[in-house]
């Protein structure tokens, strides 16, 4: 539902004199530095909830789609869901003794990053199978919920939960204060987000939208309905398919759209392409002090083409370095 | 996002003095007769909202499902989605000369009924896609908004939108004012539904899950980004395809789940399954004066396994006949 939050929180701004509207404005994104950024959404949040304004957008069609890893939260120096796998693999080893001669397990429980690598997309997709399905939802969502509970990463040495962007958590209530509707649209497993968005990032699961595996609905053995993980890839979000699971989970265009690779590049352009008022922005990673540096290419995904084409179709490029004051809740501003 | 609103329901409520309680109680759901259908409904609303109570139950957690044809709106003579696609055939029949003596086409063009129906599933899925791919989301949306501002149902001369059941449109009403999310979950096309499941439910079309086409993203000749339709089914979001799709979309299990066929009956399994206090509702059509009797066996679908289960489940069967004072917004009480 449309939030009565939402619409309250456009009232009560039309009401603000234009000086008690700079000021929310001033206090408004503290992790941000003043800079063509932050003034590009406040500017486009601005328009886009003022009654009257040209730009105005009616509530229920303020859908904001953010990619999760890399955007959202650190995704060096590989994608916490494959920590969380080759963690599953150690754990459910004993079981399969043909693993430790087995590609691309073998690699996995070596820790042999090379061969593994090398196993491509097919190998990390087999290892995920592997370790996700052949349970029910609830089952896999306590396999994760228990590894996020004791996993560090391994330069910061905290939970993985804490490694969200504080500006970007600033972002997201700014902009659901403003009666948007915020969404994950994420190359990453939807079940493995869906156990940590609600706390982490105020999404609740079903505005979590991402890679899936099929499930089949099954009567267990004492006649118990339940949903059962199969061992088979359903829809990988990445790339082209991400404007298409918009289309099926929102079932409309959204108006902002944040990325930082080219997976993000068409949902990026979808987002951006519709009449009115559009936001489109990128992160790009260029502070290896305080966060990673890895721009164009690195090993888990490029910004490439999205970086090339983001002048002309107007997207903002934010510089980690330059823009963000501070980086994560817990680190200095 | 859970609405504030349910919180502050619930609290709102907390403070109710017993005697205040029975009272809001008794003015609920005014046009369902007093019945074990109706108190059925007011006793888990209660119990799973009163902070306390053995039953309470989060607001995240308070996930109601509906199907659509014959829980929500009427499906007789025959759905309202096979009406649009006759209608379209006809339109877009003078582009197609070879549709004049190709089946099912012809059938459909000559109303043909009977040879229409021996055509199966399978030629009835060959109308869908001949009439909804080829084209943007958007484009699909305007041809139903055309098609409903002007169809008018056979029997009751009135549109389609207007032949939502009232005692069901209060009881959606009644559920979300006490924090629950309601879902669409229908065998009907997805996209069908969300063009006015927001205006005749208030449902917004995000939580709309049905059948689906798939569709491709595409940079169109001016390099416009768009999503298009194409004549290739995706999903059948029917029989235990519905708790898969409930997993997929919603991501939890409901606590209740409404339907009127057994197309339903998995869904109904599964969301009355869980821990915690449940409600699984069956609506019987038995009132052949003010609506239809088509019981167990119709043309379109069948009443049978999950009527035998209900009783077995702990399912209230409601009769349309007995239980409901009114049934459409604009007819007597």
Not at 42 to 66: H, I, K, W
Not at 232 to 253: A, H, L, T, W
Not at 263 to 274: C, F, R, S, V
Not at 303 to 313: C, S, V
């Given at each position: 539902?449309?939030?009565?939050r939402?619409?309250?929180?456009?009232?009560?701004g039309?009401?603000?004199?234009?000086?008690g509207?700079?000021?929310a404005?001033?206090?408004?994104?503290?992790?941000?530095?003043e800079?063509?950024?932050?003034r590009a959404?406040?500017?486009f949040?601005?328009?886009?909830?003022t009654?009257?304004?040209?730009?105005?957008v009616?509530p229920?069609?303020?859908?904001?789609?953010?990619?999760?890893d890399?955007t959202?939260?650190?995704?060096?120096?590989?994608y916490?869901?494959?920590l969380?796998?080759?963690?599953?693999?150690?754990?459910l080893?004993?079981?399969?003794?043909?693993?430790?001669?087995?590609?691309?397990?073998?690699?996995?429980?070596?820790?042999?990053?090379?061969?593994?690598?090398?196993?491509?997309?097919?190998?990390?997709?087999?290892?995920v199978?592997?370790?996700h399905?052949?349970?029910?939802p609830?089952?896999?969502?306590?396999?994760?919920a228990?590894?996020?509970?004791?996993?560090?990463?391994p330069?910061f040495?905290r939970?993985?939960?804490?490694?969200?962007?504080?500006?970007?958590?600033?972002?997201?209530?700014?902009?659901?204060?403003?009666g948007?509707?915020?969404?994950?649209?994420?190359?990453?497993?939807?079940?493995f987000?869906?156990?940590?968005?609600e706390?982490?990032?105020?999404?609740?699961?079903?505005?979590?939208?991402?890679?899936?595996g099929?499930?089949?609905?099954?009567?267990?053995?004492?006649?118990?309905?339940?949903l059962?993980?199969?061992?088979?890839?359903?829809?990988?979000?990445?790339?082209?398919?991400?404007?298409v699971?918009?289309?099926?989970?929102?079932?409309r265009?959204?108006i902002?759209?944040?990325?930082?690779?080219?997976?993000?590049?068409q949902?990026?352009?979808?987002?951006?392409?519709?009449l009115?008022r559009?936001?489109?922005m990128?992160?790009?990673?260029?502070?290896?002090?305080?966060?990673?540096?890895?721009?164009?290419?690195s090993?888990?995904?490029?910004l490439?083409?999205?970086?090339?084409?983001?002048?002309?179709r107007?997207?903002?490029?934010?510089?980690?370095r330059?823009?963000?004051?501070?980086?994560?809740?817990w680190?200095?501003?």
């Amino acid at each position: 539902m449309i939030s009565r939050r939402g619409s309250l929180g456009v009232a009560a701004g039309a009401l603000v004199l234009p000086a008690g509207r700079a000021a929310a404005q001033a206090s408004a994104l503290p992790s941000w530095r003043e800079g063509p950024p932050r003034r590009a959404i406040l500017d486009f949040v601005q328009a886009t909830t003022t009654e009257g304004s040209g730009d105005f957008v009616p509530p229920a069609e303020r859908v904001a789609v953010f990619d999760n890893d890399g955007t959202l939260w650190v995704e060096q120096p590989i994608y916490s869901q494959f920590l969380f796998v080759l963690g599953r693999v150690r754990e459910l080893a004993p079981q399969h003794p043909d693993w430790t001669s087995r590609e691309p397990f073998r690699s996995a429980l070596a820790g042999d990053m090379a061969t593994l690598a090398a196993s491509g997309t097919r190998g990390f997709l087999e290892l995920v199978t592997a370790t996700h399905a052949g349970m029910t939802p609830e089952a896999f969502h306590r396999t994760v919920a228990d590894w996020l509970a004791t996993a560090r990463h391994p330069r910061f040495s905290r939970p993985f939960t804490e490694l969200a962007y504080q500006p970007m958590l600033e972002l997201l209530s700014l902009l659901r204060a403003a009666g948007f509707k915020t969404w994950i649209v994420s190359g990453g497993g939807a079940e493995f987000i869906r156990v940590w968005s609600e706390p982490v990032y105020g999404i609740p699961r079903e505005q979590v939208v991402g890679s899936t595996g099929k499930t089949e609905f099954r009567l267990g053995g004492d006649g118990t309905p339940m949903l059962l993980r199969l061992p088979e890839v359903d829809f990988i979000d990445d790339g082209p398919g991400k404007p298409v699971s918009i289309g099926k989970f929102i079932g409309r265009r959204p108006i902002a759209a944040f990325g930082n690779s080219d997976g993000d590049l068409q949902m990026l352009q979808y987002a951006t392409a519709g009449l009115g008022r559009r936001l489109g922005m990128i992160i790009r990673h260029d502070d290896a002090e305080r966060e990673y540096a890895y721009d164009r290419a690195s090993r888990i995904g490029t910004l490439d083409k999205a970086l090339d084409e983001a002048p002309r179709r107007g997207w903002s490029v934010v510089s980690m370095r330059a823009e963000w004051a501070r980086i994560f809740p817990w680190s200095g501003g």
